[in-house]
C-alpha cells in the first residue's frame, strides 16, 4: 500500500510541474485564443538557463529561480513581440504555424549552443527524504508544491487584484469590447507572455533538477503535457488547467505504477484523446454553443493560384525523367530521391493541411505505419517489395484514418493537438509492441526495392522508381482536386458549418482525404523503409512532420505542384549550400516563419 | 390539412446557461407559404433557423417536416430531406469560385457519383470521383448547367464572375451567391435569415423581386428580415419574437397594429414618435 502513497505524491509532484507550463498556456489561449507551441521550448530555455546558473555561476538557490523566471520571461516577450504581434490581423492559420517555426528555432538554438547531449542540472537541496505516512518525500518535492502553491497565488492575486489582470481577464472574455474600453491589448499580451514564460521556465529547471538530467527533447515533451493538461481542463480555463495536470499527473503516476515507465506518456496522449472526444472543450467547460460565424476565408490566406500551364509541367516532368541518362553524379541523384519521398508525403499533408484544412503535425506517423507494414510484409510473408509498399500504403490509409478518426469534430488548432497526440502513440506503440514491430531493436535487414521480381539496387533505378510513383500520385491527386471531392473538401476547409448544412458529411469527407492522403505517406514510407534496410521508432520523428508542413507551406497549401517544388526546394537548397545537418532544422523553422510573417499564401498560392 | 403543413415546431426551446434564446414557440407552414419572422435583435431568431435546420439541437420540443418527426437530425441529414438556408452574416466558401459554391448547394442532389450503397459507399465514391465514367461526367455537366440557369436570376450581377472566388465578391454579391447555392439544393423548405442585410435600397427591390418570383413558383419560405416593407409586401403570415417568445402571429398589417409588438419592435419612445408621424 505504501507504494500507492508514494505514487500519489509523485504524480502530484509531476502534475504541479504541468501546471505551471498549462497555466502559461491557459493564459495565452485565454487572450489570444492560441495555443503557443513554443511553450515546450521556453521550459527547454528555462532549464538550460538554470543548468548555467547553477554548474557555472553557482548561484544560489533562489537567485536561479529568479535569473531563470526573468530570462524566460524576456524571451516571452521576444517571441511575442517579434513572432506574433505582427501576425495580429493575419489569418487564424498563422499564428500557430509561427509558434510551431519559432518551436523549432528555439530547440534548435538550444541544441547548437549547449549540444544534443544530456546534462545533469544537480539539485542545490540536501538529499534527505522525509516519512509522511506510509511514503517519503524530499525537499525538491516541498519545493516543486511550494513553487507551484506561490504561482498560483500570485497568479490569483494579480488577475483579481491588480490592474493589469483585470486587462488581461477582460481580453479574455471579449477582446473587442476590451479593445473599445481602452484596454491595451497588446500590453496585456506582452503581460500574459511574460508570465506564461516565467512559468514555462522555472518548470523546465524544476524538472531538470528534479530528474537530475535535461536534454533537448524535453521541449516536444513539455508542450504535449502541458497541452494535454490544459485542453482536459479546458481550453483558457486557468484553474481548470492547474487540476488537468494534477489529475494528468496522477494519471501518469498509475499508469506507470501498474504498466511500466514506457507507458507513461501513451495515458497522457490516450487522457487527451479521451477528453478530446468526449469533452472537446474539457471537463469543466461551460454551456455548449455554436461557433460564432466567421467571416469568409479567414482560416488559411486567400489566393489566387499561380497558373502554371500544362505543357510546362511536362516539360519540367520530362526533364527530370531523363536527368539520370546524363552524366550526374549519384550524389545528385540521391539528393532528388530524397526530395521525391518527402514530396510524396507533402502531396499527402498538402491534401490533408491545404485542402481540407486538417494541420496535421503528426504526419510522420502514417510514413512509419506504410514502412512498417511494407517491411513486415516482405520480411514475414515474403510478399514482393512492390506489392509491400502497395500494402504499407493501404494500411496506413486505414489505420491512419481509424486513428485520426476520432479528432473528425475537432476545428483549428485542436486538430493539430490531436494529430501530435496520435503520432506519439503511433511511435509509443511501436516501441512497446515487441511481438510485432521488434520494439527499441528495430527491424533490420528489410530486402531492397524490387519491381517484377527485378532487384532496384542502382541509384538510377531507384531514381525512376521513386519519381515514377511521385507522379503518379500527383496525377491522381491533380485529378482528385478537379472532382466534385475538390470542392466539397474546399468547402469543408472553408466553413464546415456551411458545409454541414449543405449535406457534406464531415466524417465522411475528412476520411477520405485522409485515406487518399494516409496511401501516399504510406507509400512514401514503405519506400523508405526498402531503401534504408533498417527503420526502428524513430526513424520516421516529428521533424519530418514539421518538414513537410514547411514545404506544403513554402508551396502553397493543397498546391499539387507546389509541394514537390517545396520538397526540391527544401531538400535540394541546403544541399547545394552544403549546409550542415545540424543547422538544417533551424533553417527550416526560420523559412516557416519567415513564410508564415510574408507570404503566407506560399510561392504558388493556395488552392 | 395536416399532409399540407410542411413545417410544424412545437414547443421549441433552447437555453444558453440562464437564457431562454427560443421559448417553447408553436409555428406551422404550409406549402407554398412564405412566412416572416420579424423581432429586436437579440428574439431568438436565428436560433430559432438553427435549431430548425439542425445545427444546434433544442433542449425541449420537436420539429416535423412534411409529417416526419426530425428534431435533433443533423444538418447533413436535413440537407438530404430537402432544407436549405442562407446565413445571416454569409457563409460563402471563399477561396471557392462562385460556381464551386453553388455546385456545393447541389451536393444532396448527387446520385451518379455518390451511390447509395452502405459501408463501402465512401470508398465507391472516391473511386468514382477519380475514375469518373461517363454517367459522372454527365451527371457534373447537367448541374453545371443548372448552376448556370440559377445564377441568370441574379442578372448580370453572378454570371460575369462565375470563375471568381467568393472573397472577392462584393458583400452584396456574397449575399447572392449563398441564395443560389440554396437554390441549387432545390429545397422544399428555404430558410432566409435577412437576405437584405446590408444591402442597399436598389439590391433590397431586386432581392424582394426574386424572394417574390420564388414564392410564386410555389416555393415554401420561412423568412428572418428587418426591412418591414418587404415583409409586409411578401408574407402571407407574420411572426413576431421578442425574448424567445412569439408574442403575435398574423397577417402583416393585423401584426403591424398590435401594441404589444410595437412596444417590443420599436420601443415605447419610438412606438408613440411613429405614431404621431403616421
Known amino acids: 500500500m505504501s507504494s500507492w502513497l508514494d505514487y500519489t505524491i509523485n504524480g502530484l509532484i509531476v502534475g504541479n510541474v504541468y501546471a505551471l507550463v ?96 544530456p546534462r545533469a542540472l544537480p539539485s542545490q537541496l540536501p538529499d534527505v527524504r522525509f516519512q509522511l505516512g506510509g511514503g517519503t518525500i524530499g525537499p525538491l518535492d516541498l519545493l516543486i508544491a511550494g513553487v507551484g502553491l506561490t504561482s498560483a497565488l500570485l497568479l490569483f492575486v494579480f488577475l483579481r487584484y491588480s490592474k493589469l489582470g483585470w486587462a488581461v481577464r477582460a481580453a479574455s472574455q471579449d477582446r473587442d469590447a476590451a479593445m473599445q474600453m481602452g484596454v491595451d491589448v497588446n500590453r496585456v499580451n506582452q503581460a500574459v507572455f511574460g508570465i506564461a ?61 501498474v504498466f511500466g515507465t514506457s507507458y507513461r506518456n501513451l495515458f497522457a496522449f490516450l487522457l487527451l484523446v479521451v477528453v478530446l472526444v468526449l469533452r472537446p472543450n474539457g471537463l469543466f467547460a461551460s454551456a455548449r454553443q455554436a461557433p460564432p460565424e466567421p467571416l469568409t476565408g479567414t482560416f488559411i490566406a486567400p489566393s489566387r493560384p499561380v497558373r502554371i500551364p500544362r505543357w510546362a509541367l511536362a516539360v519540367a516532368a520530362g526533364g527530370f525523367a531523363v536527368l539520370p541518362l546524363f552524366p550526374v553524379s549519384f550524389y545528385v541523384l540521391q539528393t532528388l530521391i530524397n526530395a521525391w519521398l518527402l514530396g510524396m508525403l507533402a502531396l499527402s499533408l498538402t491534401l490533408v493541411a491545404g485542402t481540407i484544412g486538417q494541420v496535421s503535425l503528426g504526419h510522420a506517423a502514417l510514413l512509419a505505419i506504410g514502412a512498417y507494414t511494407s517491411a513486415l510484409l516482405s520480411l514475414t510473408f515474403s510478399v514482393p517489395a512492390g506489392l509491400a509498399i502497395i500494402g504499407g500504403g493501404l494500411m496506413s490509409a486505414a489505420l491512419g484514418t481509424a486513428l485520426i478518426s476520432p479528432s473528425f469534430r475537432l476545428r483549428g488548432h485542436y486538430v493539430s493537438i490531436a494529430t501530435l497526440a496520435i503520432g506519439e502513440i503511433v511511435s509509443l506503440v511501436i516501441l512497446n509492441w515487441e511481438g510485432v514491430t521488434r520494439g527499441p ?41 478537379t472532382s466534385h471531392l475538390g470542392r466539397s473538401f474546399r468547402a469543408i476547409r472553408d466553413d464546415d458549418v456551411a458545409a454541414r448544412a449543405y449535406g457534406l458529411s464531415l466524417n465522411r469527407y475528412k476520411s477520405l482525404a485522409f485515406i487518399f492522403g494516409g496511401f501516399a505517406a504510406g507509400v512514401s ?83 | 390539412m395536416a399532409q399540407s403543413l410542411m413545417l410544424s415546431l412545437r414547443g421549441l426551446t433552447r437555453r444558453f446557461g440562464g437564457l431562454t434564446a427560443v421559448d417553447a414557440i408553436d409555428l406551422d407552414l404550409a406549402k407554398g407559404e412564405l412566412v416572416s419572422i420579424i423581432g429586436p435583435n437579440g428574439a431568438g431568431k ?61 451536393h444532396t442532389r448527387l446520385r451518379a457519383v455518390k451511390p447509395a450503397v452502405p459501408v463501402i459507399g465512401p470508398l465507391l465514391e472516391l473511386g468514382l470521383a477519380l475514375l469518373r465514367p461517363a454517367s459522372v461526367k454527365a451527371e457534373e ?60 435600397p436598389t439590391e433590397t427591390a431586386e432581392m424582394q423581386g426574386l424572394v417574390a418570383e420564388l414564392k410564386a413558383e410555389g416555393l415554401t419560405i420561412l423568412l428572418i428580415e428587418h426591412k418591414l416593407e418587404m415583409v409586409m409586401r411578401l408574407s402571407d403570415r407574420v411572426i413576431v419574437m421578442d425574448e424567445g417568445k412569439k408574442i403575435a402571429e398574423g397577417p402583416g398589417e393585423q401584426v403591424r397594429g398590435d401594441p404589444k409588438v410595437i412596444e417590443a419592435y420599436l420601443g415605447h419612445g419610438l412606438a408613440t414618435e411613429r405614431e404621431s408621424a403616421a
Open chain 1, 525 to 607: 514510407g514503405g519506400i523508405a523503409a526498402h531503401l534504408y534496410s533498417y527503420i526502428n521508432h524513430e526513424t520516421f520523428n516529428t521533424q519530418q512532420s514539421i518538414l513537410a508542413l514547411t514545404v506544403v507551406i513554402l508551396g502553397g497549401l493543397g498546391n499539387v505542384v507546389g509541394a514537390i517544388v517545396g520538397s526540391v526546394a527544401l531538400v535540394g537548397l541546403p544541399e547545394v549550400f552544403r549546409i550542415a545537418a545540424e543547422y538544417r532544422i533551424l533553417i527550416y523553422g526560420i523559412v516557416l516563419l519567415l513564410l508564415v510573417r510574408f507570404r503566407p499564401q506560399g510561392l504558388l498560392g493556395t488552392i
Open chain 1, 22 to 117: 498549462a497555466v502559461g498556456l491557459a493564459l495565452i489561449f485565454g487572450v489570444s485564443r492560441l495555443i503557443n507551441f513554443a511553450q515546450g521550448s521556453i521550459y527547454l530555455v528555462g532549464a538550460y538557463i538554470g543548468w548555467v546558473a547553477v554548474v557555472q555561476l553557482h548561484t544560489p538557490l533562489p537567485l536561479t529561480i529568479i535569473v531563470v523566471a526573468v530570462a524566460a520571461a524576456i524571451v516571452g516577450l521576444i517571441i511575442e513581440r517579434f513572432g506574433l504581434r505582427p501576425l495580429q490581423n493575419s489569418v487564424r492559420i498563422a499564428p500557430l504555424l509561427a509558434t510551431i517555426g519559432i518551436s523549432f528555432v528555439l530547440d534548435q538554438l538550444v541544441m547548437l549552443t549547449f549540444s544534443p547531449n
Open chain 2, 46 to 106: 436565428t436560433t430559432l433557423f438553427n435549431l430548425v435546420t439542425g445545427l444546434d439541437r433544442p433542449d425541449d420540443g420537436t420539429v416535423h417536416f412534411e409529417g416526419q418527426d426530425v428534431t435533433g437530425l443533423s444538418p447533413e441529414r436535413l440537407a438530404a430531406e430537402g432544407i436549405a438556408r442562407t446565413f445571416q452574416l454569409g457563409r460563402v466558401f471563399g477561396n471557392l469560385s462562385v460556381m464551386d459554391n453553388v455546385l456545393i448547394g447541389a
Open chain 1, 441 to 481: 531493436i528495430g527491424i533490420s535487414g528489410i530486402p531492397p526495392l524490387s519491381l517484377f521480381g527485378y532487384d532496384l539496387i542502382s541509384p538510377t533505378s531507384i531514381y525512376w522508381f521513386s519519381f515514377a510513383v511521385m507522379v503518379v500520385l500527383a496525377l491522381l491527386q491533380g485529378r482528385l482536386l
Open chain 2, 141 to 200: 455537366e447537367r448541374l453545371r448547367e443548372e448552376v448556370k440557369a440559377i445564377l441568370a436570376r441574379f442578372g448580370e450581377r453572378l454570371l460575369p464572375r462565375i470563375d471568381q472566388p467568393a472573397y472577392s465578391l462584393s458583400y452584396a454579391n456574397r449575399r447572392r451567391v449563398e441564395i443560389a447555392r440554396a437554390l441549387a439544393l432545390k429545397p422544399r423548405l428555404l430558410l432566409l435569415d435577412e437576405p437584405t442585410a446590408g444591402m442597399n
Open chain 1, 197 to 257: 514564460a516565467a512559468l514555462g521556465g522555472v518548470s523546465g529547471m524544476l524538472v531538470g533538477m528534479y530528474y537530475n538530467q535535461i536534454d533537448t527533447a524535453m521541449s516536444l515533451q513539455a508542450t504535449l503535457k502541458g497541452v494535454v493538461a490544459e485542453v482536459v481542463g479546458g481550453a483558457g480555463n486557468v484553474p481548470g488547467a492547474v487540476i488537468g495536470s494534477l489529475l494528468l499527473g496522477l494519471v501518469e503516476s498509475y499508469g506507470v505504477a
